[in-house]
T-cell receptor
Framework: EDQVTQSPEALRLQEGESSSLNCSYT??????LFWYRQDPGKGPEFLFT???AGEEKEKERLKATLTKKESFLHITAPKPEDSATYLC?????????????FGRGTSLIVHP | NAGVTQTPKFQVLKTGQSMTLQCAQD?????MSWYRQDPGMGLRLIHY???????DQGEVPNGYNVSRSTTEDFPLRLLSAAPSQTSVYFC??????????????????FGEGSRLTVL
């Protein structure tokens, strides 16, 4: 059974204080790992897809990296508008399964 | 560009009432799904569909019904609402891609959500 564990559950940062969110996963062959951002009262919004260990993707102050067991979402010099819940999901390459499995998310608050 | 549209955004029901949450997408995506999101539980898959006429159960299907008569629409029916069904419901769609081996990609497009309260 695919499993996704995100840590920490909640993170408070000061504006400009860089940090990382962690997504540990167990999957029978990784087809893809996905990061989403969810603002309060909204649906999740897709950020990145990572397919293989060593891959990196960047978007503004966010950089996602992938190893064989975990992914990190690095936030450089965050701003208050980066406050949101960040969700990680994995998609297995085994059998006919293609339904992504989601973690419970990390709630990020960036204080001005 | 509408993307995924859910209605209603808010609904209050009494125990035992029935209702339908509507979901429509205009991206010609073959894959559509329904999730519920509860505090501390994350997103849990209720039902999904890989194309018109094809539906399957997810992790928490009990008490919910779906159908997929067209590519665009994927309604979720609550036949007899219970307080345990109080939640925020999200509809999501996706497409198949060569990068995902020709299968449905995990890049999901979500609606804005429907907040349901059952008294």
């Amino acid at each position: 059974e695919d499993q996704v564990t995100q840590s920490p559950e909640a993170l408070r940062l000061q504006e400009g204080e860089s940090s990382s969110l962690n997504c540990s996963y167990t999957v029978s062959g990784l087809r893809g790992l996905f990061w989403y951002r969810q603002d309060p009262g909204k649906g999740p919004e897709f950020l990145f897809t990572l397919y293989s260990a060593g891959e990196e993707k960047e978007k503004e102050r966010l950089k996602a990296t992938l190893t064989k067991k975990e992914s990190f979402l690095h936030i450089t010099a965050p701003k208050p508008e980066d406050s949101a819940t960040y969700l990680c999901a994995v998609q297995s390459a085994s059998g006919g399964s293609y339904i992504p499995t989601f973690g419970r998310g990390t709630s990020l608050i960036v204080h001005p | 560009n509408a993307g995924v549209t859910q209605t209603p955004k808010f609904q209050v029901l009494k125990t035992g009432q029935s209702m339908t949450l509507q979901c429509a997408q205009d991206m010609n995506h073959e894959y559509m799904s329904w999730y519920r999101q509860d505090p501390g539980m994350g997103l849990r898959l209720i039902h999904y569909s890989v194309g018109a006429g094809i539906t399957d159960q997810g992790e928490v299907p009990n008490g919910y019904n779906v159908s997929r008569s067209t590519t665009e629409d994927f309604p979720l029916r609550l036949l007899s609402a219970a307080p345990s069904q109080t939640s925020v419901y999200f509809c999501a769609s996706s497409y198949s891609s060569p990068a995902s081996g020709g299968r449905v990609t995990g890049e999901l497009f979500f609606g804005e959500g429907s907040r349901l309260t059952v008294l």
